[in-house]
């Protein structure tokens, strides 16, 4: 099983990103997905999460309003849409897979698959 992180970057605050995670190994369908970060000195916190159907999505208090999480099953990805980013949001972002038959959740133990993290740095 792999899961593939991508699109972080350095940015201003105010300024958007799109990130990525492809998945290969696994059955896509079966699995809820979640975006997790990891500040420095922090532990990894769940940032959000989409039901196997995305049809269930959920937030972390902090990024509501300004994070949208998507997935196309038929690509085996999932996105999250970052806007109006904060030097807050700096951290490593990570995807997970979750064998879940319904909805979704921020609880990182419950994960049973991780991808290798992309860093996302936000300048004031």
């Known amino acids: 099983v792999q899961l593939q992180a991508s699109g972080g970057g350095a940015v201003n605050s105010g300024d958007s990103l799109r990130l990525s995670c492809t998945a290969s190994?696994?059955?896509?369908?079966?699995?809820?997905i979640g975006w997790f970060r990891q500040a420095p000195g922090k532990e990894r916190e769940g940032v959000s999460c989409?039901?196997?159907?995305?049809?269930?999505?959920e937030y972390v208090d902090s990024v509501k309003g300004r994070f949208t999480i998507s997935r196309d099953n038929a690509k085996k990805s999932v996105y999250l849409q970052m806007n109006s980013l904060t030097p807050e949001d700096t951290a490593v972002y990570y995807c997970?897979?979750?064998?879940?038959?319904?909805?979704?959740?921020?609880?990182?133990?419950?994960?049973?698959?991780w991808g290798q993290g992309t860093l996302v740095t936000v300048s004031s």
């Open positions: 997970a897979a979750q064998n879940r038959f319904n909805g979704c959740s921020l609880q990182r133990e419950s994960y049973d698959w």
């Open positions: 190994g696994l059955t896509f369908d079966d699995y809820a």
């Open positions: 989409s039901s196997r159907s995305g049809r269930v999505t």
